[in-house]
T-cell receptor, first 112, second 113 residues
Framework: AQSVTQPDIHITVSEGASLELRCNYS??????LFWYVQSPGQGLQLLLKYFSGDTLVQGIKGFEAEFKRSQSSFNLRKPSVHWSDAAEYFCAVNNAGNMLTFGGGTRLMVKP | DGGITQSPKYLFRKEGQNVTLSCEQN?????MYWYRQDPGQGLRLIYYSQIVNDFQKGDIAEGYSVSREKKESFPLTVTSAQKNPTAFYLC????????????FGDGTRLSIL
C-alpha cells in the first residue's frame, strides 16, 4: 500500500531564511506527487505537482520541489521565507485513479 | 470564477441529530470527495464519487452518508451513528484520470452542542 511520511510535525524558521520541508513516499510505480498548503480554517491550495520529466518543479508563491526517485523523496523548498508562509503543508501521492494519499502535514512557523 | 463552495462554514449538532454539509462545484469535474481533518492530523477520506449516481466508501465511512444526484453537488450527512463528529470537513473535486490534482473548498467546522 502507498504511504506518505512527513517526518517533521513542526518547523520554525526566521523570516528571510531558507526552508526545506521533507516528504517521503512509498509507492510501487512512478508516482504523481503534490504539495498543498493550508492556512488556518481554510481549505487546501495546490502549490505544485510532479508528473514526469524535469525532477525540479516550480510552483506558486516562490516554492519549488525536487523529485528524487532513489530516495523516494519529494522535498519542498523556498529560498527566502516570508511571514505569510506560516501555514500547514501537506505532501500527497496519487495512487489508483484519482485518489490521493496525504502525509500527516508539517506546520511551519515563521519568526520575525 | 470556478470553484468549490462549502456551506455552512460552522455547524452545530445536537445529540441524536443528523446534519447535512453542502458541497457545490462549478469546475465541471466528474469526481468529488469528502475528507475529515482532526487537529494535528492529515486528511482522511470519508466518501468519494467518480460519476453521478455512484459513490464509494473511503477509509472512515461509518456514521456518514452521501448522495450524488447532480454532477455539481455532493452533500455529506453526518448521522447520529457518528459518535465523534467534531472535526473540520473538507470537500474536493477533480477531473478523472491519473494524476489529476484535487481542488478543495474552504471547509465546514462541525461541533457538538
Amino acid at each position: 500500500a502507498q504511504s506518505v511520511t512527513q517526518p517533521d510535525i513542526h518547523i520554525t524558521v526566521s523570516e528571510g531564511a531558507s526552508l526545506e520541508l521533507r516528504c517521503n513516499y512509498s509507492y510501487g510505480a512512478t508516482p504523481y506527487l503534490f504539495w498543498y498548503v493550508q492556512s488556518p480554517g481554510q481549505g487546501l491550495q495546490l502549490l505544485l505537482k510532479y508528473f514526469s520529466g524535469d525532477t525540479l518543479v516550480q510552483g506558486i508563491k516562490g516554492f519549488e520541489a525536487e523529485f528524487k526517485r532513489s530516495q523516494s523523496s519529494f522535498n519542498l523548498r523556498k529560498p527566502s521565507v516570508h511571514w505569510s508562509d506560516a501555514a500547514e503543508y501537506f505532501c500527497a501521492v496519487n495512487n489508483a485513479g484519482n485518489m490521493l494519499t496525504f502525509g500527516g502535514g508539517t506546520r511551519l512557523m515563521v519568526k520575525p | 470564477d470556478g470553484g468549490i463552495t462549502q456551506s455552512p462554514k460552522y455547524l452545530f449538532r445536537k445529540e441524536g441529530q443528523n446534519v447535512t454539509l453542502s458541497c457545490e462545484q462549478n469546475l465541471n469535474h466528474d469526481a468529488m470527495y469528502w475528507y475529515r481533518q482532526d487537529p494535528g492530523q492529515g486528511l482522511r477520506l470519508i466518501y468519494y464519487s467518480q460519476i453521478v449516481n455512484d459513490f464509494q466508501k473511503g477509509d472512515i465511512a461509518e456514521g456518514y452518508s452521501v448522495s450524488r444526484e447532480k454532477k455539481e453537488s455532493f452533500p455529506l450527512t453526518v448521522t447520529s451513528a457518528q459518535k465523534n463528529p467534531t472535526a473540520f470537513y473538507l470537500c474536493a473535486s477533480s477531473q478523472t484520470g491519473g494524476g489529476q490534482p484535487q481542488h478543495f473548498g474552504d471547509g465546514t467546522r462541525l461541533s457538538i452542542l
